[in-house]
């Protein structure tokens, strides 16, 4: 979309109302996430907030979108529609019913019905890249800030013109953001490929591809020789001295979660065990997507789950001819295997919502197209 188009959408009267309300929930999640002067003494869960964001989202495609079908599109829904149904069937055989959790994710059920304009979505990421700042203000750094901050900073390339100039400018401000907020070895990482892909994908099927060649042999360059210089506190940052000559720990690599995900898995039942599927003494969860599910909800959930968020991926690769929503779902994945929980512990409330209108929005686009 031109530059132009982009920012007539903003400065409108609804693209700034709509654009603040989203900063200013977001700006709160984000307070919550970070604890800013002991906040989760007052609000405990960010339920509520979530609730009211796909409110707002919901309020929105009321007045500007319509339901549509399609057969892939019903394909999607009715796998969706199997999560959803088989989570509720856990909470009950657990007895552990979470009405909120429930409104949540029949609130998002319905948001995925709509076509959803690409303006909202632009609406969401402005308000979220907004809020980004107030993770500064954490006392320590946190693993929750850079998940965060890498997955909503993906998000924010959608409007980002397709140029190395541009995309550097971008990144500039948002590594040194990521740098301030986290140590996470994930986030770091993820984010370092997440670029690089980018970078890949704009020079070799956007610009020139001489010129883009060239760039990224020259960017290659400098990434190798900064890696030979600092070899060695890289090396000890992101093995955390787990790689000896006698083998490999796991569970020094993953920081102590090895173990506990063995725990999780030797323990799976069909429904899973609810809220209290692990001694919560040594971690606040799982950190991973899929063993979070399969403790909570079980092994048909899970099942069920990775069905979605797969099928999730390969539509936003697809559909799209930018590839940051499949990029951003692949990110989604590999933060989660080692960091990100999936919904219902509330600490990543920006990035849960991008996932989903990403979905809602590829869905849209997905329903156009005919095989």
């Keep these: 979309m031109p530059e132009s188009k982009i920012l007539k959408i ?3 009267y609804e693209g700034i109302i709509f654009t603040l309300m989203f900063f200013v929930m977001f700006s709160l999640t984000n307070l919550i996430m970070i604890d800013f002067s002991g906040i989760r003494e007052v ?10 964001i796909l409110s707002i989202i919901t309020a929105y ?28 069937i856990s909470m009950f055989v657990n007895q552990n019913i979470l009405i909120d959790e429930i409104i949540i994710l029949l609130m998002v059920s319905f948001v995925m019905l709509f076509q959803l304009p690409r303006q909202l ?8 890249l907004f ?11 946190l ?3 850079g998940a965060t901050a890498v997955l909503v900073i993906t998000a924010g390339l959608m409007m980002i013109p397709k140029t190395n100039r541009a995309v550097l400018l971008y990144l500039l401000p948002a590594s040194a953001l990521l740098l301030t907020v986290t140590t996470s070895r994930t986030s770091l990482i993820m984010y370092a490929v997440i670029m690089l892909i980018y970078l890949c994908y704009i020079n070799l099927f956007v610009i020139d591809r001489k010129k883009g060649t060239r760039y990224l042999a020259a960017a290659a360059a400098v990434l190798v020789s900064i890696t030979v210089i600092f070899i060695k506190p890289l090396y000890q940052f992101f093995t955390v001295e787990s790689i000896t000559a006698d083998g ?43 063993i979070d599910t399969l403790g909570r909800y079980g092994i048909i959930t899970t ?13 936003g690769f697809i559909v799209h001819t930018t590839p940051v929503i499949g990029i951003y779902m692949l990110g989604f994945i590999m933060i989660g295997l080692t960091e990100y929980n999936y919904l219902f512990l509330f600490d990543y409330c920006a990035p849960i919502i991008i996932l989903f209108v990403f979905i809602s929005y590829s869905l849209t686009v997905f329903s156009k197209y005919k095989f």
């Excluded at 993770?135 to 750094?141: A, P, Q, R, V």
Aim: hydrophobic share 55%; glycine share 4%.
């Design 303 to 315: 099942v069920l789950f990775m069905i979605v968020i797969l099928s999730a991926s390969i539509i």
């Design 143 to 145: 693993n929750e800030s």
């Design 131 to 141: 809020s980004l700042p107030w993770l500064l203000l954490s006392e320590i750094t």
């Design 43 to 52: 609000v405990t869960s960010q339920n509520p907030l979530i609730i009211i």
């Design 10 to 12: 903003f400065i409108s």
């Design 121 to 128: 979505l632009f609406f969401i990421i402005m308000g979220a």
């Design 248 to 290: 490999i720990d796991l569970n020094e690599l993953t920081s102590t979660r090895f173990n506990v995900w063995l725990e999780v898995v030797r323990e799976s039942s069909l429904f899973g065990h609810g809220l209290s599927y692990l001694d919560f003494s040594m971690l606040p969860h799982a950190h991973n997507i899929f």
């Design 61 to 88: 495609l009321l007045n500007h979108s319509k339901i549509v079908f399609s057969k892939h599109k019903n394909i999607f829904l009715c796998i969706w529609g199997l999560y959803v149904l088989s989570i509720i």
